[in-house]
Every structure is written in structure tokens, then in C-alpha cells.
């Protein structure tokens, strides 16, 4: 079970792009790494999953050296309806439910 | 369509009671998973169904925690003998086939223990 780390927490100001970082030392080889977005009470949300190099969709970007090592969420231009916490999770796509550690988080807040 | 529901949304039991939530996946995922959240925490796996199959239970805290999916659909999620430490947010989560980490997560029901 590969645990990650990442600030606990950020502030950024609208319309900044912000970027997480988490560190995973321990990532092996067949472990994907994946971002959720946490608002208060609500359960968490998908937001993006990468192996290598640079995977982007509609709401974000995930960078991932060679090494694998750690990754960067990059969120751009933030509103303040981004202020949220979010997890950083590693482990190897497929059905299994307890390498799916969620840790603390960072909890990000934009700032108007 | 239609996420994942959870239901009731907010519990309350004296210490000693049993309860029991409950999960309505998104129609036509086999994957059903248990979190427990507690205040400030990240979500913790509690366990995992496949179909009607329970895989995976070793987040469980306790003989007092028990789940079931009898037909591969609804989740029950059953607590005995609630305890105080038991007060958190219980969030369950479902997906598809080849999507694992890609999971869809209902509201959560928020069980207080009194």
C-alpha cells in the first residue's frame, strides 16, 4: 500500500492557477494515481487519474515525472467554488477495496 | 442518471442501539465500497462487495460492524451495539467493472452516537 503526502493545507486567490503536490516514494509499478475533491458533507468526487506523464481533461491536469514519485494536480484560473479538500490516492486499478487510503488531504481555500 | 443515495441522512442512536444504512448504487456497477469518515479525516475503507460477493472486509473496526448485498444491488450496512467512537459520516461509494479508482460517492449518512 503505497501512502502519499501532501500539504495539509493551501490559499490561493481567484483566478490563480494552483497547483498540489503529493508525494508517493513508495508508487510500484503497476499503481495509478488519482485526485478527488471533497466538499463539506458531501462524499468525495473524481476529479482526474494518471499513470505517466501528462493526463488532462475539462477541469484539471495531473503531472507525473518519469520517476513517478510524486505527482502535481494543477488547477487553473480557481473560483471560489473550488475551495474543497483534496486527496491524492495511489494503488493499481482493479477491484480491490483496501489500497484505496484516502490519508488527510489538503484542504485548499480561495481567497477573493 | 441517477448517483448513489444513501439513506437516512442523518442518524441518531443512544449508545447500545443497533442501526442500519443504507446504500443505492448507480444501476449496473458490481463494485460497492464502505467508508467511515471521521471529523477532519480523510475517508477510511471499511469493505468492499463485488456483486453479491463481500471481497474484502478487513476495515471493519469491529465484530459490531456487518454488511451485506444479498442480490448485487443495495447495501446494508449494519452497526450493533453502537459505541460513541462509531459517531462519523459513513460514506459508500460504487463503480464499475474496470473503473475501480474511479468511484462515485453518495452524501454519506451522519450517525451521532449519544
Known amino acids: 500500500l503505497a501512502k502519499t503526502t501532501q500539504p495539509i493545507s493551501m490559499d490561493s486567490y481567484e483566478g490563480q492557477e494552483v497547483n498540489i503536490t503529493c508525494s508517493h516514494n513508495?508508487?510500484?509499478?503497476?499503481?495509478?494515481i488519482t485526485w478527488y475533491q471533497q466538499f463539506p458533507s458531501q462524499g468525495p468526487r473524481f476529479i482526474i487519474q494518471?499513470?505517466?506523464t501528462k493526463v488532462t481533461n475539462e477541469v484539471a491536469s495531473l503531472f507525473i515525472p518519469a520517476d513517478r514519485k510524486s505527482s502535481t494536480l494543477s488547477l487553473p484560473r480557481v473560483s471560489l467554488s473550488d475551495t474543497a479538500v483534496y486527496y491524492c490516492?495511489?494503488?493499481?486499478?482493479?477491484?480491490?477495496?483496501?489500497?484505496?487510503?484516502f490519508g488527510t488531504g489538503t484542504s485548499l481555500t480561495v481567497i477573493p | 442518471g441517477a448517483g448513489v443515495s444513501q439513506s437516512p441522512r442523518y442518524k441518531v442512536a443512544k449508545r447500545g442501539q443497533d442501526v442500519a444504512l443504507r446504500c443505492d448504487p448507480i444501476?449496473?456497477?458490481?463494485?460497492l465500497f464502505w467508508y467511515q469518515q471521521a471529523l477532519g479525516q480523510g475517508p477510511e475503507f471499511l469493505t468492499y462487495?463485488?456483486?453479491?460477493?463481500?471481497?474484502?472486509k478487513s476495515g471493519l473496526p469491529s465484530d459490531r460492524f456487518f454488511a451485506e448485498r444479498p442480490e448485487g444491488s443495495v447495501s446494508t450496512l449494519k452497526i450493533q451495539r453502537t459505541q460513541q467512537e462509531d459517531s462519523a459520516v459513513y460514506l459508500c461509494?460504487?463503480?464499475?467493472?474496470?473503473?475501480?479508482?474511479?468511484?462515485?460517492f453518495g452524501p454519506g449518512t451522519r450517525l451521532t452516537v449519544t
Open positions: 444501476s449496473g456497477h458490481v463494485s
Open positions: 513508495n508508487i510500484a509499478t503497476n499503481d495509478y
Open positions: 461509494a460504487s463503480s464499475s467493472w474496470t473503473g475501480a479508482y474511479e468511484q462515485y
Open positions: 462487495f463485488q456483486n453479491e460477493a463481500q471481497l474484502d
Open positions: 490516492l495511489v494503488g493499481p486499478q482493479g477491484n480491490t477495496g483496501n489500497q484505496f487510503y
Open positions: 494518471g499513470y505517466k
